[in-house]
Nanobody, 111 residues
């Protein structure tokens, strides 16, 4: 199982980024997928979750209305569209399925 995140970077407050997670080594369409984030000194927290059918999603209260999780089973990929970014969204963002984690991509929101 391999999960590779991309799309992180530096963005100004109020800006947008789209994270991608490319999956391989398993039957992607059969698994729920999620995005987590972590800042130094804090535990990793769930940001967004999407079921294997894509029919149900869940968001942390802190990102509701600003972030959108989606998936493309044809591309074995899951995405996180992040809008209206705030400095407190600065973190390393991780893709996860079952017990497998990607290595993360850094998002920095700063002017």
């Amino acid at each position: 199982v391999q999960l590779v995140e991309s799309g992180g970077g530096l963005v100004q407050p109020g800006g947008s980024l789209r994270l991608s997670c490319a999956a391989s080594g398993f039957t992607f369409s059969r698994y729920d997928m999620s995005w987590y984030r972590q800042t130094p000194g804090k535990e990793r927290e769930l940001v967004a979750y999407i079921t294997r059918t894509g029919g149900s999603t869940h968001y942390a209260d802190s990102v509701k209305g600003r972030f959108t999780i989606s998936r493309d089973d044809a591309k074995n990929s899951v995405y996180l569209q992040m809008n209206s970014l705030k400095p407190e969204d600065t973190a390393v963002y991780y893709c996860k399925t079952e017990s497998a984690w990607g290595k993360g991509t850094l998002v920095t929101v700063s002017s």
